[in-house]
């Protein structure tokens, strides 16, 4: 009896001390921030997830991928623009260290760090000076607000369709609509096609009548999106009669009258980063042109088909981003039924070629002072310096090109 007590009473005060320490402080919840919740905007490193602020000194983070920096915290700043951002501060102890995949913590506020003091909460890399992403606080929103606010890279559901191919959607019955992104680690001259294949056709031959969206990036650079009807395993092509068959926009079995009257797909946004193709659009369900276009059953098991391949850009003859074969490996089947809650996208895609991660886009019409240094490291960015982008070791020239709006600029290695 006695061994069983000596057993005993250090045990409970082990428990005891646990308790103790994993216990969180006592903190209250007055700020107006608290119960608010809002969705990363991704920047770099395939930064996606939510936040949640629980009270006035720590907030929780759910499905939060990211893909490892250098020397990463969490940031506060005033706004989102760059000056803000660089004369930020840390405001939690708690790093952020390697590869996230669809994790769940909580955060705590250091002691001296208060709601009040932040407006924009970023992921910050320090040795780079580098935003990978960031929410601008709000207080509590309505439900309309926050569908306005909601960034083009949140979905309510996601599949993976291959190793380097995603896909994305929501659903809107009353608008008879699905919006769809596209995303998938390949080149920025691959295109992304994915879409319903005919209902009666059989698994071998589902590419012959299917309709689909074809998407990806054109030489300038900027995303686009068209609707393609497949009526035979070639490229898009005119037989000696005029008549269209192949791999075609459906305008091109229109004719010239339907240039741009019967695409299903709208473009909403696209964006390249860390070696990754993102593509969202707008797709029909049930308007349709009835031709060239499937109606899409919302709440039934449809068929649907993908592909991953190079892209031949328009030419004198051809005024169309066309797609090539996709070979052996880059294109698959399943069935859907997008009324169904699916998400099993662990983590962040993974390019093996980040080519553009090191691109630095710059706010429109904004001065931008380009430092060189042949040092191989330098400190963060001095804050009375607007716009400064640093030559990262191995680094040896500059490429400077407009891309959309702002400037882009790429420092690449010799």
């Known amino acids: 009896m006695l061994r069983k007590s000596l057993f005993v009473v250090p045990f409970l005060l082990l428990l005891l001390l646990f308790v103790y320490a994993d216990a969180a402080p006592n903190c209250t919840r007055v700020s107006s921030f608290v119960n608010s919740e809002s969705e990363f905007e991704m920047v770099q490193h395939q930064l996606r997830g939510s936040i949640k602020i629980i009270d006035d000194c720590s907030f929780r983070v759910s499905q939060f991928d990211m893909l490892p920096g250098s020397n990463v915290c969490w940031w506060g700043a005033l706004a989102p623009d760059f000056d803000n951002l660089t004369a930020g501060f840390i405001v939690s102890n708690d790093g952020l260290n390697g ?32 935003n990978f992403g960031h929410v601008v606080l709000r207080e509590k929103a309505s439900a309309l607000e926050v569908a306005a ?27 008879d609509s699905l919006e769809i992104g596209l995303e998938a680690a390949t080149g920025i001259t691959d295109y992304m096609a994915f879409g ?5 056709a059989q698994d071998s031959e589902l ?10 990036f054109k030489e300038d650079d900027l995303p686009f999106v068209d609707d393609f009807f497949i009526t035979k395993y070639s490229e898009c092509v005119k037989n000696s009669d005029g008549v269209a068959q192949g791999v075609c926009p459906d305008s091109v079995y229109e004719g010239p009258d339907g240039v741009g009257l019967v695409n299903n797909s709208m ?97 429109a019409k904004v001065p931008l002072v ?45």
């Open 149 to 175: 606010t909601t960034p083009p890279t949140v979905f309510q559901n996601c599949k993976v369709l291959s190793k380097n191919f995603r896909l994305r959607w929501s659903l809107n019955v009353s608008e």
């Open 267 to 363: 473009l909403i946004y696209g964006h390249r980063k860390d070696g990754v193709s993102f593509v969202r659009y707008r797709w029909h369900l049930t308007k349709v042109d009835g031709m060239y276009d499937h109606p899409v059953n919302y709440s039934a098991n449809m068929k649907v088909i993908w592909a991953l391949g190079p892209i031949k850009p328009p030419d004198s003859i051809n005024p169309y981003y066309l797609p090539q074969n996709h070979g052996a490996e880059n294109y698959g089947h399943l069935v859907l039924n997008v009324s169904e809650h699916v998400n099993d996208c662990t983590g962040p895609l993974d390019a093996e070629d980040k080519e553009d991660q090191g691109l630095i886009i710059a706010d």
């Open 196 to 200: 319903w294949a005919n209902s009666s």
């Open 370 to 414: 380009v430092i060189f240094c042949s040092g191989n490291a330098l400190p963060q960015p001095s804050k009375s310096c607007k716009g400064s982008l640093h030559q990262q070791k191995g680094s040896s020239c500059l490429e400077s090109r407009k891309r959309g709006a702002g400037q882009v600029f790429h420092s690449s290695r010799a």
């Open 99 to 130: 590869t996230y995949k669809n994790s769940t913590f909580d955060v705590h506020l250091m002691s001296n760090v208060s709601w009040s003091m932040i407006n924009v909460l970023a992921v910050w890399d320090r040795a780079t000076a580098s």
């Open 207 to 216: 590419m012959i009548g299917a309709d689909v969206a074809v998407a990806g």
